[in-house]
């Protein structure tokens, strides 16, 4: 990246150098100056896309590396896993309680394998598919956001076991004002269950969690989900809703992921007519993502009671 940045810099210049010495040389000829000079403004211009182009494909070339070693062991460690379990079974006659134990982490291995499948599977679904093509209902959010943190809190109860304290409160405004917006209840599970992964993939020492559900202007929902972790560069707020981006920090490469997770996020968002957005006071000090959905007002017919899969988010 940094070559082609130089070898763009460079043209530029002597593009400029040529280009000066000629209107020296020619400033007394009318015809010349007007031809030349439009001309030179589009050989500058196309050396600056060129470069611009180039910067950006060495960029996503990088993110799709990083993807493809993220998912690699994604994939990778719980294979590798559900084998050992399996061959210790076969090999040895265990005790029924341990047995029970294997079979459980087991699980938890292929729900996971198959989590991260189901998400490169829907990265590549969402960004093919347009407004209208999907099917919406009415969308109750106050019970869908509990139903998630509930769901959060379940799959974290082993860290909670481990010694590391939790604390995952919601503050969803006067129950009697009902939160309703129009959607797929499926997708709006995933991106929920996702922005609550993260939060808690990414605190540090604690996890303190605190999610926020609010009427804005009558018209919007608003779902912001803070925690108290790594924080997120100012610099990277905007591209950690990317395919495939990461932020490049250590803290943040050595936490399992694939970077689709916000990508999906905010596909999802937006293709239901909002979108989502990411604010954080610095690194060490925490994140918030926030989710706007535009809110139904007055709903022709009954919420959806969706069935909440335990599936795996990022």
Known sequence: MVLFIVLGACLVGVAITLNVTWIILNWRRF????????????????????????????????????????????????????????????????PEDTRNKFYGIMREDSDRLLATVEQVLKAGEVGQRSRSQQMRVPVEMRSLVSACIDITRSRSHAQAESGVPQSITLEAGDPSIPVIVRGNPDELQTIILNVLNNAVKYSSSRVDIRVHLRIENDAWVILSVTDSGIGIPSAHLKRIFKRFYRVPNRSVLRTKGTGLGLFLVRTIARQHGGDAFASSPGLGLGATISIQLPRVLTPLEAPAVTSLHRQESV
């Open 31 to 94: 015809m010349p100056l007007l031809l030349g000079i439009p001309f030179f403004v589009l050989l500058i211009a196309g050396v600056v896309l060129n470069t611009i182009f180039l910067v950006r494909e060495v960029r996503r070339n990088e993110r799709h590396d990083a993807f493809l070693n993220a998912v690699t062991h994604e994939l990778k460690t719980p294979i590798a896993s559900i084998r050992l379990y399996l061959e210790t079974l076969e090999r040895r006659e265990l």
